[in-house]
Protein backbone atom coordinates (compact mmCIF):
# COMPACT_ATOMS: atom_id res chain seq x y z
CA UNK A 1 0.00 0.00 0.00
CA UNK A 2 1.16 3.19 -0.83
CA UNK A 3 1.71 5.63 2.62
CA UNK A 4 -1.16 8.00 1.98
CA UNK A 5 1.77 10.56 -0.45
CA UNK A 6 -1.06 12.27 -1.81
CA UNK A 7 -3.31 12.99 0.56
CA UNK A 8 -5.97 14.99 -0.32
CA UNK A 9 -7.12 14.67 -3.41
CA UNK A 10 -10.63 15.70 -2.88
CA UNK A 11 -14.07 14.50 -4.60
CA UNK A 12 -15.71 18.02 -5.82
CA UNK A 13 -19.56 16.73 -5.25
CA UNK A 14 -18.02 16.46 -1.85
CA UNK A 15 -16.92 19.80 -0.06
CA UNK A 16 -14.29 21.68 -1.36
CA UNK A 17 -14.46 24.15 1.65
CA UNK A 18 -14.70 21.61 5.02
CA UNK A 19 -16.54 22.00 7.92
CA UNK A 20 -13.15 21.86 10.06
CA UNK A 21 -12.06 24.99 8.07
CA UNK A 22 -13.91 27.26 9.98
CA UNK A 23 -16.95 27.46 12.50
CA UNK A 24 -18.93 29.30 10.14
CA UNK A 25 -19.38 26.50 7.74
CA UNK A 26 -22.40 24.61 7.69
CA UNK A 27 -22.51 21.40 9.30
CA UNK A 28 -24.78 19.66 6.54
CA UNK A 29 -20.78 20.43 4.93
CA UNK A 30 -23.22 20.78 1.60
CA UNK A 31 -21.16 20.76 -1.43
CA UNK A 32 -21.37 23.32 -4.38
CA UNK A 33 -23.10 22.70 -7.50
CA UNK A 34 -20.16 23.83 -9.70
CA UNK A 35 -16.67 22.89 -9.29
CA UNK A 36 -14.39 20.48 -11.43
CA UNK A 37 -15.94 17.55 -12.47
CA UNK A 38 -14.57 14.19 -11.01
CA UNK A 39 -14.30 12.33 -14.12
CA UNK A 40 -10.59 15.32 -14.57
CA UNK A 41 -9.39 13.09 -11.87
CA UNK A 42 -10.27 9.38 -11.55
CA UNK A 43 -9.16 8.54 -14.84
CA UNK A 44 -6.94 5.30 -13.54
CA UNK A 45 -6.77 2.88 -11.44
CA UNK A 46 -4.48 4.64 -8.82
CA UNK A 47 -6.29 7.86 -8.63
CA UNK A 48 -9.20 5.53 -7.52
CA UNK A 49 -7.46 4.13 -5.11
CA UNK A 50 -6.39 7.51 -3.68
CA UNK A 51 -10.19 8.52 -3.43
CA UNK A 52 -10.27 7.44 0.48
CA UNK A 53 -7.22 8.96 1.26
CA UNK A 54 -7.99 12.01 3.38
CA UNK A 55 -10.46 10.06 4.97
CA UNK A 56 -8.10 8.04 6.49
CA UNK A 57 -6.81 11.32 8.04
CA UNK A 58 -7.38 15.00 7.52
CA UNK A 59 -10.91 15.04 7.63
CA UNK A 60 -10.43 13.20 11.44
CA UNK A 61 -8.26 16.12 12.40
CA UNK A 62 -10.54 18.85 14.85
CA UNK A 63 -12.02 15.52 15.57
CA UNK A 64 -8.78 13.91 17.12
CA UNK A 65 -6.50 16.87 17.46
CA UNK A 66 -8.62 18.13 20.98
CA UNK A 67 -12.43 17.25 21.02
CA UNK A 68 -12.07 13.74 21.24
CA UNK A 69 -9.65 13.65 24.64
CA UNK A 70 -11.58 16.75 26.46
CA UNK A 71 -15.10 14.48 26.04
CA UNK A 72 -13.76 10.85 25.79
CA UNK A 73 -11.45 11.21 28.73
CA UNK A 74 -11.44 14.11 30.22
CA UNK A 75 -15.64 13.84 30.30
CA UNK A 76 -15.04 10.35 31.59
CA UNK A 77 -12.75 11.02 34.48
CA UNK A 78 -9.68 9.58 32.83
CA UNK A 79 -7.88 12.63 32.04
CA UNK A 80 -7.35 15.58 34.05
CA UNK A 81 -6.81 19.44 32.56
CA UNK A 82 -7.15 22.57 33.88
CA UNK A 83 -6.83 24.51 30.68
CA UNK A 84 -9.70 26.24 29.56
CA UNK A 85 -10.06 25.23 25.68
CA UNK A 86 -10.38 21.71 26.80
CA UNK A 87 -11.93 21.37 30.90
CA UNK A 88 -15.31 22.03 30.25
CA UNK A 89 -16.17 18.03 30.52
CA UNK A 90 -14.25 18.11 33.64
CA UNK A 91 -17.41 19.72 35.65
CA UNK A 92 -19.99 19.19 32.59
CA UNK A 93 -20.17 22.33 31.78
CA UNK A 94 -19.66 22.36 27.91
CA UNK A 95 -22.46 23.99 26.33
CA UNK A 96 -22.83 25.27 22.53
CA UNK A 97 -20.55 27.47 21.48
CA UNK A 98 -17.39 25.82 23.09
CA UNK A 99 -14.66 25.89 20.41
CA UNK A 100 -13.72 22.24 20.48
CA UNK A 101 -17.27 21.21 20.17
CA UNK A 102 -17.75 22.61 17.41
CA UNK A 103 -14.68 21.28 15.79
CA UNK A 104 -15.42 17.94 16.50
CA UNK A 105 -19.25 17.96 15.47
CA UNK A 106 -17.83 19.59 11.88
CA UNK A 107 -15.20 17.15 11.67
CA UNK A 108 -17.41 14.15 11.90
CA UNK A 109 -19.69 15.76 9.09
CA UNK A 110 -16.79 16.48 7.05
CA UNK A 111 -16.30 12.60 6.77
CA UNK A 112 -20.00 11.94 6.44
CA UNK A 113 -20.07 14.33 3.43
CA UNK A 114 -16.92 13.03 2.08
CA UNK A 115 -17.75 9.48 2.17
CA UNK A 116 -20.89 10.03 0.85
CA UNK A 117 -19.81 11.48 -2.36
CA UNK A 118 -17.49 8.46 -3.08
CA UNK A 119 -20.92 6.46 -2.38
CA UNK A 120 -23.01 8.25 -4.49
CA UNK A 121 -21.10 9.36 -7.67
CA UNK A 122 -17.49 7.77 -7.94
CA UNK A 123 -18.76 5.02 -9.54
CA UNK A 124 -20.99 6.81 -12.36
CA UNK A 125 -17.44 9.35 -12.78
CA UNK A 126 -14.32 6.86 -13.39
CA UNK A 127 -12.59 5.75 -16.22
CA UNK A 128 -14.00 2.66 -17.68
CA UNK A 129 -10.07 1.16 -17.73
CA UNK A 130 -10.34 1.54 -13.86
CA UNK A 131 -10.14 -1.86 -12.12
CA UNK A 132 -14.08 -2.74 -10.91
CA UNK A 133 -12.13 -4.54 -7.56
CA UNK A 134 -10.33 -1.37 -6.66
CA UNK A 135 -13.59 0.68 -7.21
CA UNK A 136 -15.42 -1.42 -5.22
CA UNK A 137 -12.75 -1.37 -2.14
CA UNK A 138 -12.86 1.89 -2.36
CA UNK A 139 -16.51 2.38 -1.68
CA UNK A 140 -16.68 -0.24 0.89
CA UNK A 141 -14.07 2.13 2.76
CA UNK A 142 -16.66 4.92 2.36
CA UNK A 143 -19.69 3.20 3.62
CA UNK A 144 -17.04 1.89 7.04
CA UNK A 145 -16.00 5.42 7.25
CA UNK A 146 -19.82 7.05 6.95
CA UNK A 147 -20.49 3.92 9.38
CA UNK A 148 -18.08 5.32 11.44
CA UNK A 149 -18.76 8.90 11.88
CA UNK A 150 -22.30 8.15 12.67
CA UNK A 151 -21.09 5.92 14.97
CA UNK A 152 -19.12 8.45 16.89
CA UNK A 153 -22.37 11.00 16.29
CA UNK A 154 -25.03 9.23 17.74
CA UNK A 155 -23.18 8.49 21.08
CA UNK A 156 -21.84 12.05 21.31
CA UNK A 157 -25.23 13.64 20.57
CA UNK A 158 -27.74 10.88 20.56
CA UNK A 159 -30.27 12.28 17.60
CA UNK A 160 -28.76 13.67 14.64
CA UNK A 161 -29.42 14.16 11.00
CA UNK A 162 -29.40 11.44 9.06
CA UNK A 163 -27.82 12.64 5.64
CA UNK A 164 -26.91 9.82 2.74
CA UNK A 165 -26.50 12.18 -0.56
CA UNK A 166 -25.53 16.10 0.45
CA UNK A 167 -26.93 17.30 -2.90
CA UNK A 168 -30.70 15.80 -1.48
CA UNK A 169 -30.25 18.83 0.78
CA UNK A 170 -28.64 21.76 -1.37
CA UNK A 171 -30.61 25.31 -0.74
CA UNK A 172 -32.23 23.72 2.57
CA UNK A 173 -30.71 24.22 6.23
CA UNK A 174 -33.57 23.22 8.15
CA UNK A 175 -33.16 19.57 8.34
CA UNK A 176 -34.65 16.84 10.99
CA UNK A 177 -33.11 14.83 13.92
CA UNK A 178 -33.79 11.36 13.38
CA UNK A 179 -34.68 8.42 15.31
CA UNK A 180 -31.41 6.90 17.28
CA UNK A 181 -33.00 3.62 16.20
CA UNK A 182 -32.85 4.74 12.59
CA UNK A 183 -28.81 6.32 12.90
CA UNK A 184 -27.90 2.81 14.37
CA UNK A 185 -29.99 1.04 11.27
CA UNK A 186 -28.00 3.07 8.77
CA UNK A 187 -24.93 2.26 10.84
CA UNK A 188 -25.62 -1.65 10.68
CA UNK A 189 -26.18 -0.92 7.13
CA UNK A 190 -23.07 0.39 5.93
CA UNK A 191 -21.32 -1.68 7.99
CA UNK A 192 -23.02 -4.64 5.93
CA UNK A 193 -22.04 -2.83 2.87
CA UNK A 194 -18.41 -2.09 3.58
CA UNK A 195 -18.27 -5.62 4.21
CA UNK A 196 -19.67 -7.18 1.32
CA UNK A 197 -17.27 -4.52 -0.81
CA UNK A 198 -14.33 -4.44 0.93
CA UNK A 199 -11.09 -6.55 0.67
CA UNK A 200 -10.18 -9.81 3.00
CA UNK A 201 -6.43 -9.47 4.38
CA UNK A 202 -4.34 -10.85 6.85
CA UNK A 203 -2.20 -8.68 8.74
CA UNK A 204 1.49 -9.16 8.52
CA UNK A 205 4.13 -7.77 9.89
CA UNK A 206 4.79 -5.94 6.13
CA UNK A 207 3.22 -3.21 7.92
CA UNK A 208 2.89 -0.99 4.67
CA UNK A 209 0.34 -3.21 3.32
CA UNK A 210 -1.64 -2.92 6.89
CA UNK A 211 -2.80 0.61 6.99
CA UNK A 212 -6.30 0.38 5.19
CA UNK A 213 -9.07 -1.43 6.47
CA UNK A 214 -10.48 -4.62 5.75
CA UNK A 215 -13.58 -6.86 5.64
CA UNK A 216 -12.22 -7.86 9.09
CA UNK A 217 -12.17 -3.79 10.72
CA UNK A 218 -15.40 -3.55 9.48
CA UNK A 219 -16.85 -7.02 11.10
CA UNK A 220 -14.71 -5.60 13.99
CA UNK A 221 -16.90 -2.46 13.90
CA UNK A 222 -19.88 -4.14 13.44
CA UNK A 223 -19.87 -6.42 16.85
CA UNK A 224 -18.76 -2.90 19.08
CA UNK A 225 -22.44 -1.59 17.71
CA UNK A 226 -24.06 -5.17 18.15
CA UNK A 227 -23.09 -4.73 21.73
CA UNK A 228 -23.96 -1.10 22.32
CA UNK A 229 -27.96 -2.51 21.41
CA UNK A 230 -27.27 -5.76 23.52
CA UNK A 231 -27.73 -7.92 20.41
CA UNK A 232 -25.35 -10.25 22.04
CA UNK A 233 -26.04 -13.17 20.30
CA UNK A 234 -24.69 -11.39 16.61
CA UNK A 235 -22.09 -9.58 18.47
CA UNK A 236 -20.61 -12.71 19.17
CA UNK A 237 -20.98 -14.37 16.18
CA UNK A 238 -19.36 -11.41 14.42
CA UNK A 239 -16.56 -11.11 16.73
CA UNK A 240 -15.84 -15.07 16.50
CA UNK A 241 -16.00 -14.79 12.77
CA UNK A 242 -12.62 -11.98 13.13
CA UNK A 243 -10.95 -13.96 15.67
CA UNK A 244 -11.49 -17.76 13.63
CA UNK A 245 -10.00 -15.55 10.69
CA UNK A 246 -6.69 -15.00 11.95
CA UNK A 247 -6.16 -11.52 10.90
CA UNK A 248 -5.32 -9.94 13.39
CA UNK A 249 -2.85 -10.64 16.59
CA UNK A 250 -2.01 -9.46 19.85
CA UNK A 251 1.38 -7.56 19.67
CA UNK A 252 3.13 -9.11 22.26
CA UNK A 253 1.16 -11.73 22.78
CA UNK A 254 1.54 -15.70 22.33
CA UNK A 255 1.82 -14.83 18.79
CA UNK A 256 3.94 -12.13 18.68
CA UNK A 257 6.05 -12.56 22.01
CA UNK A 258 8.81 -10.58 20.61
CA UNK A 259 7.05 -7.06 21.19
CA UNK A 260 5.02 -5.89 23.74
CA UNK A 261 2.06 -3.76 24.43
CA UNK A 262 4.47 -0.65 24.36
CA UNK A 263 5.42 -0.69 21.07
CA UNK A 264 1.79 -0.57 20.04
CA UNK A 265 2.22 2.98 20.17
CA UNK A 266 5.19 3.51 18.28
CA UNK A 267 5.90 5.38 15.08
CA UNK A 268 7.54 2.21 14.06
CA UNK A 269 5.09 -0.12 15.15
CA UNK A 270 2.03 2.25 12.53
CA UNK A 271 -0.22 -0.51 11.14
CA UNK A 272 0.78 -3.23 13.24
CA UNK A 273 -0.47 -6.94 13.16
CA UNK A 274 -3.06 -5.37 16.31
CA UNK A 275 -4.28 -2.59 14.46
CA UNK A 276 -8.17 -2.80 13.42
CA UNK A 277 -9.13 0.90 12.17
CA UNK A 278 -6.47 3.63 13.07
CA UNK A 279 -6.43 7.55 11.52
CA UNK A 280 -2.99 7.59 9.08
CA UNK A 281 -1.36 10.70 10.14
CA UNK A 282 0.81 12.10 7.63
CA UNK A 283 2.46 15.62 8.69
CA UNK A 284 2.53 17.94 5.03
CA UNK A 285 4.08 20.95 6.89
CA UNK A 286 0.18 22.63 7.14
CA UNK A 287 -1.23 22.57 10.71
CA UNK A 288 -4.22 19.70 10.71
CA UNK A 289 -2.29 16.58 9.37
CA UNK A 290 -0.43 14.81 12.03
CA UNK A 291 -0.67 13.54 15.38
CA UNK A 292 -1.01 16.34 18.49
CA UNK A 293 -0.86 13.95 21.37
CA UNK A 294 3.09 13.51 21.51
CA UNK A 295 2.65 17.40 22.63
CA UNK A 296 -0.53 17.61 24.47
CA UNK A 297 0.07 14.85 26.56
CA UNK A 298 3.59 14.24 27.45
CA UNK A 299 5.57 16.27 30.31
CA UNK A 300 6.80 20.16 29.17
CA UNK A 301 8.73 21.78 31.95
CA UNK A 302 11.63 24.03 31.83
CA UNK A 303 14.17 21.13 32.63
CA UNK A 304 11.95 18.14 30.70
CA UNK A 305 10.20 18.54 27.73
CA UNK A 306 8.89 15.14 25.35
CA UNK A 307 8.28 17.68 22.71
CA UNK A 308 10.44 19.96 20.58
CA UNK A 309 7.79 22.82 21.08
CA UNK A 310 7.42 25.05 24.42
CA UNK A 311 4.36 24.07 25.14
CA UNK A 312 2.28 21.20 25.67
CA UNK A 313 0.94 18.85 28.38
CA UNK A 314 -2.67 19.73 28.33
CA UNK A 315 -4.26 16.99 29.10
CA UNK A 316 -2.81 14.65 32.11
CA UNK A 317 -3.76 11.41 33.85
CA UNK A 318 -6.57 11.70 36.47
CA UNK A 319 -5.99 10.94 40.18
CA UNK A 320 -7.50 7.24 40.09
CA UNK A 321 -5.58 6.58 37.47
CA UNK A 322 -2.80 6.64 39.24
CA UNK A 323 -3.66 3.36 40.99
CA UNK A 324 -5.66 2.05 38.67
CA UNK A 325 -2.91 -0.31 37.81
CA UNK A 326 -1.41 -3.08 40.06
CA UNK A 327 2.88 -3.20 40.11
CA UNK A 328 2.50 -6.42 38.17
CA UNK A 329 0.51 -4.92 35.28
CA UNK A 330 2.89 -4.19 32.10
CA UNK A 331 0.47 -1.60 30.84
CA UNK A 332 0.95 0.71 33.86
CA UNK A 333 4.32 2.44 32.45
CA UNK A 334 3.54 2.16 28.93
CA UNK A 335 -0.29 4.21 29.72
CA UNK A 336 0.90 6.38 32.15
CA UNK A 337 4.76 8.46 33.68
CA UNK A 338 5.17 8.35 37.30
CA UNK A 339 8.23 10.20 39.23
CA UNK A 340 11.58 7.98 38.57
CA UNK A 341 9.90 6.23 35.61
CA UNK A 342 12.78 5.80 32.90
CA UNK A 343 11.97 5.82 28.81
CA UNK A 344 15.41 4.94 27.67
CA UNK A 345 13.45 5.47 23.79
CA UNK A 346 12.25 8.17 24.41
CA UNK A 347 14.54 11.37 24.09
CA UNK A 348 13.57 14.94 25.44
CA UNK A 349 14.25 18.34 24.17
CA UNK A 350 17.91 18.49 25.59
CA UNK A 351 19.17 15.44 24.01
CA UNK A 352 18.96 13.28 26.91
CA UNK A 353 16.60 10.00 27.35
CA UNK A 354 13.87 10.50 29.41
CA UNK A 355 13.66 10.17 33.22
CA UNK A 356 10.61 11.41 34.85
CA UNK A 357 11.33 14.13 37.37
CA UNK A 358 9.44 14.27 40.49
CA UNK A 359 5.81 15.22 40.95
CA UNK A 360 6.31 18.68 41.80
CA UNK A 361 8.55 19.04 38.86
CA UNK A 362 6.63 16.55 36.26
CA UNK A 363 4.19 19.26 34.93
CA UNK A 364 1.11 17.91 33.41
CA UNK A 365 -1.36 20.21 34.86
CA UNK A 366 -0.25 19.75 38.55
CA UNK A 367 -1.43 16.12 38.01
CA UNK A 368 2.06 14.25 39.46
CA UNK A 369 1.90 12.23 36.13
CA UNK A 370 2.07 12.14 32.74
CA UNK A 371 0.20 10.26 29.94
CA UNK A 372 2.71 7.85 28.49
CA UNK A 373 0.34 6.40 25.58
CA UNK A 374 1.35 8.25 22.36
CA UNK A 375 4.17 10.26 24.02
CA UNK A 376 7.30 9.31 21.97
CA UNK A 377 9.26 12.20 22.49
CA UNK A 378 11.09 14.37 20.17
CA UNK A 379 12.77 13.38 16.86
CA UNK A 380 14.23 10.28 17.17
CA UNK A 381 14.82 8.74 13.54
CA UNK A 382 12.60 5.93 13.28
CA UNK A 383 11.46 5.53 16.76
CA UNK A 384 9.49 8.92 16.34
CA UNK A 385 9.88 9.92 12.97
CA UNK A 386 9.32 13.55 11.46
CA UNK A 387 7.59 16.68 13.11
CA UNK A 388 6.34 19.25 12.09
CA UNK A 389 6.58 23.39 13.49
CA UNK A 390 3.92 22.21 15.76
CA UNK A 391 5.63 19.07 17.30
CA UNK A 392 3.21 16.79 15.67
CA UNK A 393 4.21 13.50 14.50
CA UNK A 394 2.93 10.68 12.08
CA UNK A 395 2.01 8.22 14.88
CA UNK A 396 -1.13 6.75 14.41
CA UNK A 397 -4.36 7.06 16.49
CA UNK A 398 -6.25 3.87 16.87
CA UNK A 399 -9.83 3.50 16.40
CA UNK A 400 -10.21 0.35 16.98
CA UNK A 401 -7.49 -2.60 18.02
CA UNK A 402 -7.84 -6.58 18.69
CA UNK A 403 -7.38 -6.44 22.09
CA UNK A 404 -10.44 -4.23 22.29
CA UNK A 405 -12.59 -7.10 19.86
CA UNK A 406 -11.35 -9.39 22.27
CA UNK A 407 -13.35 -8.18 25.05
CA UNK A 408 -16.19 -7.30 23.09
CA UNK A 409 -16.24 -10.93 22.50
CA UNK A 410 -15.87 -11.82 26.61
CA UNK A 411 -18.89 -9.68 27.04
CA UNK A 412 -20.57 -11.07 24.13
CA UNK A 413 -20.55 -14.76 25.46
CA UNK A 414 -21.31 -13.10 29.16
CA UNK A 415 -24.25 -11.41 27.37
CA UNK A 416 -25.84 -9.58 30.16
CA UNK A 417 -25.47 -12.48 33.00
CA UNK A 418 -24.37 -12.66 36.19
CA UNK A 419 -20.68 -14.30 35.41
CA UNK A 420 -19.38 -17.18 32.68
CA UNK A 421 -16.93 -19.71 32.75
CA UNK A 422 -17.15 -20.17 28.70
CA UNK A 423 -14.08 -21.54 27.65
CA UNK A 424 -14.51 -19.16 25.04
CA UNK A 425 -15.27 -15.78 26.72
CA UNK A 426 -11.98 -17.02 29.31
CA UNK A 427 -9.36 -17.21 26.09
CA UNK A 428 -10.34 -13.51 25.11
CA UNK A 429 -10.13 -12.26 28.18
CA UNK A 430 -7.07 -14.36 29.26
CA UNK A 431 -4.93 -13.30 26.01
CA UNK A 432 -5.16 -9.39 26.99
CA UNK A 433 -4.50 -10.11 30.31
CA UNK A 434 -1.25 -12.67 30.00
CA UNK A 435 0.12 -9.83 27.59
CA UNK A 436 0.15 -7.91 30.31
CA UNK A 437 1.55 -10.06 33.12
CA UNK A 438 -1.43 -10.79 34.97
CA UNK A 439 -2.67 -14.33 35.65
CA UNK A 440 -5.36 -15.97 34.31
CA UNK A 441 -8.87 -15.61 35.42
CA UNK A 442 -11.34 -19.00 35.65
CA UNK A 443 -15.02 -16.85 35.64
CA UNK A 444 -15.52 -13.48 34.70
CA UNK A 445 -18.48 -10.94 35.34
CA UNK A 446 -19.47 -7.81 33.86
CA UNK A 447 -17.00 -5.75 36.33
CA UNK A 448 -14.35 -7.57 35.57
CA UNK A 449 -14.87 -7.08 31.98
CA UNK A 450 -15.52 -3.27 32.63
CA UNK A 451 -11.98 -3.41 34.70
CA UNK A 452 -9.80 -4.62 32.01
CA UNK A 453 -11.70 -2.37 29.61
CA UNK A 454 -10.42 0.67 31.24
CA UNK A 455 -6.99 -0.26 31.50
CA UNK A 456 -6.35 -1.71 28.32
CA UNK A 457 -7.94 1.40 26.70
CA UNK A 458 -7.33 4.35 28.96
CA UNK A 459 -6.51 7.87 27.15
CA UNK A 460 -7.70 6.19 23.59
CA UNK A 461 -10.97 7.83 24.48
CA UNK A 462 -13.79 4.93 24.70
CA UNK A 463 -14.39 5.35 28.70
CA UNK A 464 -16.97 8.23 28.00
CA UNK A 465 -18.53 5.93 25.75
CA UNK A 466 -18.44 2.45 27.98
CA UNK A 467 -20.13 4.88 30.88
CA UNK A 468 -22.95 5.95 28.16
CA UNK A 469 -23.81 2.72 27.55
CA UNK A 470 -23.97 1.66 31.39
CA UNK A 471 -27.38 2.27 33.09
CA UNK A 472 -27.22 5.84 34.34
CA UNK A 473 -28.31 5.41 37.55
CA UNK A 474 -24.65 3.88 37.99
CA UNK A 475 -22.92 5.59 35.51
CA UNK A 476 -23.80 8.72 37.52
CA UNK A 477 -22.29 7.41 40.60
CA UNK A 478 -19.07 6.53 39.24
CA UNK A 479 -18.45 9.77 37.91
CA UNK A 480 -19.54 11.19 41.18
CA UNK A 481 -16.97 9.42 43.29
CA UNK A 482 -13.78 10.60 40.80
CA UNK A 483 -11.66 13.20 42.18
CA UNK A 484 -11.52 15.05 39.20
CA UNK A 485 -9.07 17.99 40.05
CA UNK A 486 -5.10 17.71 40.62
CA UNK A 487 -2.79 16.22 43.30
CA UNK A 488 -3.23 19.13 45.14
CA UNK A 489 -6.65 20.43 45.23
CA UNK A 490 -9.65 17.13 45.35
CA UNK A 491 -12.25 18.07 43.13
CA UNK A 492 -16.35 15.95 42.33
CA UNK A 493 -18.30 16.66 39.86
CA UNK A 494 -21.84 14.84 39.73
CA UNK A 495 -23.07 14.54 35.95
CA UNK A 496 -27.13 14.49 35.28
CA UNK A 497 -28.60 12.98 32.72
CA UNK A 498 -28.72 15.73 30.25
CA UNK A 499 -25.22 15.62 30.83
CA UNK A 500 -24.44 12.11 28.10
CA UNK A 501 -25.46 13.60 25.01
CA UNK A 502 -23.62 16.78 24.24
CA UNK A 503 -25.21 20.14 22.76
CA UNK A 504 -25.60 20.92 19.41
CA UNK A 505 -23.10 23.77 18.24
CA UNK A 506 -25.40 26.74 18.70
CA UNK A 507 -24.21 28.64 15.08
CA UNK A 508 -25.83 25.21 13.90
CA UNK A 509 -28.95 25.58 15.72
CA UNK A 510 -29.91 28.98 14.71
CA UNK A 511 -29.28 27.51 10.83
CA UNK A 512 -31.05 24.88 11.86
CA UNK A 513 -33.88 25.07 14.76
CA UNK A 514 -35.23 21.85 14.22
CA UNK A 515 -31.89 20.25 15.90
CA UNK A 516 -34.06 21.31 18.62
CA UNK A 517 -37.44 19.84 17.49
CA UNK A 518 -38.10 15.95 18.61
CA UNK A 519 -36.55 13.37 16.29
CA UNK A 520 -38.17 11.86 13.59
CA UNK A 521 -38.50 8.64 12.27
CA UNK A 522 -36.28 8.35 8.41
CA UNK A 523 -37.03 6.82 5.65
CA UNK A 524 -34.90 4.76 3.94
CA UNK A 525 -34.61 4.05 -0.14
Known amino acids: ?153 VRLWGPVPIIENNLDHVGKPAINTNNIEDIYTLIEMDYKEAIDRLNSKTRTSNYMLNGRVSKGSAMSMLAKVYLYKKDYVNARLMAEEVINSGEFKLLGGAELPSKSFGDLFTYAHNNNEESIFAIQWKGDGNYGSANNSNTQFGISTADVSTSNVTYGGVFAPAQEIKTLYSASDK ?59 WGMMDNNTYIMRYAELLLIHAEAVLAGGSSTSDAGALSSINAVRNRAGLENLTAITFDDIFLERRKELCFEGDFWFELGRMPRAQAIAIMAAQNRGNKDFAEYYTPEEKDFFLPYPDIDVARNPLLLQPPVPYIFN
Do not use: H
Request: charged share 20%; glycine share 8%.
Open 331 to 389: RRKETIMLPGDEYPNVKIKSGATLVVPSEDQIGGQGAGAAIKKYCIGVVNGSTTGPADE
Open 1 to 153: MKRFSSLYKFLSIATLVFAFSSCDDDFTNRPPEDGVSLDAYYSTTAQVESATNGLYSRTWFQFGNKFFWAVSEVGSGNMYTGSSDVSAMRNFSLNGSDNELISGWSSLWANVAQANAIINFLEARVDPSVDRAVLNNVIGEAYFMRATAYFYL
